[in-house]
């Protein structure tokens, strides 16, 4: 008869001649209860085996990396890595314009790099760029897909059994949340979510792209923020990041999945082609843009006004400046570069993002 701990450290196993001679011992943890008569010396009819059972690492790791989770943020670090390497010129180009560096003309302001810093230049602060991308859109994507089931999970779980009550004496107060949308919810909560975690590497990003006079390298650039500003140097603008980023973040996901939903179910399909991704993912990255723009232009104006010698005090104050200096027109300065580079960005890293979740999830997508 064999006996297992529940540690599973140990295998005890125990042979006899007859099914009379079997006896059954209690085990607890890594220890096996025996009578004091049992005799554990081994006889012709008697074996006594004793194995050391090591847990099997290369299994708990082969199983923990093809979780859902782990493949959806893998899918995200690789997506948001290759969209980026494809469109750093793009990045340039939008950040000079937003923060009023060079000319207000997406040519001009091309050839203008170009002339000073050579081809090189479209891809300034691209290292740190790429740093940055790589676990901002592995938490981004990773919180939207985690948060938008949990959501779900609980409104399912809710309507089922009613809506979590609030109970304060005699009074019962319900909570009815069937009208928060998850999809919403969970964009809401990746951008705030990954911007807490990324910001330092934004602000290194845009201080390279912006001087790479003033910061020729990452490693200069984090000594000099530190040394003026300290450890909230970095974090520099985080207020507005956030604000900006929240109705950016929410509308983007929401737009994705709602017009993917809805396209879908008007043409009786389960899924996006690769070209319907890309059109979908880019008219998505157009709206939230466009809608948050205004909050993006203060957002930047904030985070390297001290390059310039003049650091607005706060995002309101940013707004009225930007208003007061160039009309209504100057906080959609730089959309259409802006444009040119959300676009497709967000139709590349859904279609690669999509795809990555295919390659990575096949087995879970099959079962």
């Known amino acids: 008869m064999r006996h297992t701990s529940t540690t599973n450290l140990f295998i005890v196993s125990m042979a006899a001649e007859s099914q009379s001679q079997k006896k059954t011992y209690c085990v607890v943890g890594d220890i096996m209860i025996i009578p004091k008569d049992f005799n554990l010396s081994p006889t012709k009819d008697r074996q006594i085996n004793l194995q050391l059972n090591f847990p099997d690492v290369g299994r708990v790791f082969n199983d923990f990396i093809r979780t859902q989770e782990v493949g959806e943020f893998f899918s995200g670090a ?23 560096v060079g000319s207000r003309n997406i040519g001009t302001s091309f050839i203008q790099v170009i002339e000073q810093q050579g081809w090189q230049g479209l891809w300034a602060g691209n290292t740190i760029n790429m740093l940055r ?48 949308s998850p999809v919403a919810v969970a964009g809401a ?32 650039a984090v000594h000099k923020i530190y040394k003026d500003g300290g450890i909230a140097g970095l974090y520099a603008g985080l207020g507005p990041t956030l604000i900006g980023m929240l109705p950016y973040s929410t509308c983007y996901y929401f ?21 319907e991704m890309l059109l979908v ?14 909050l993006e232009v203060a957002r930047k104006r904030l985070m390297v006004g001290a390059l ?36 497709p960005s967000s ?16 087995d879970r997508r099959h079962v």
Request: with cysteine.
């Open 255 to 275: 737009m994705y999945e709602t017009i993917k939903k809805s396209y879908c179910r008007a043409q009786k399909k389960e899924s996006l082609s690769r070209a």
């Open 308 to 343: 310039q010698g003049k650091c607005p005090p706060h995002m309101v104050a940013a707004l009225s400046e930007v208003i007061r200096e160039e009309g209504l027109l100057g906080l959609y300065r730089g959309w259409g570069a802006s444009c040119l580079k959300v676009m």
């Open 281 to 294: 993912g880019a008219f998505s990255g157009l709206t939230a843009s466009t809608i948050s723009y205004p």
């Open 189 to 220: 909560a990746a951008g705030v979510v990954s911007t807490l975690a990324c910001h330092p590497l934004e602000v290194l990003k845009d201080r390279l792209t912006v001087s790479p006079e003033v910061y020729p390298s990452i490693r200069i």
């Open 133 to 180: 991308i790589i676990p901002t859109q592995a938490i981004e994507l990773g919180t939207f897909e985690c948060v938008k089931r949990a959501m779900t999970s609980a409104q399912e779980k809710w309507t089922d059994t009613g809506s979590p009550k609030l109970q304060i004496g005699n009074a019962s107060l319900s909570f009815s949340l069937s009208w928060l």
């Open 78 to 100: 690789l997506a948001g890595a290759m969209t980026k390497a494809i469109l750093a010129p793009l990045e340039t180009i939008r950040t000079r314009m937003v923060v009023g």
């Open 347 to 362: 139709g590349i890293t859904w279609t690669l993002y999509e795809a990555w979740k295919d390659i990575l999830l096949a």
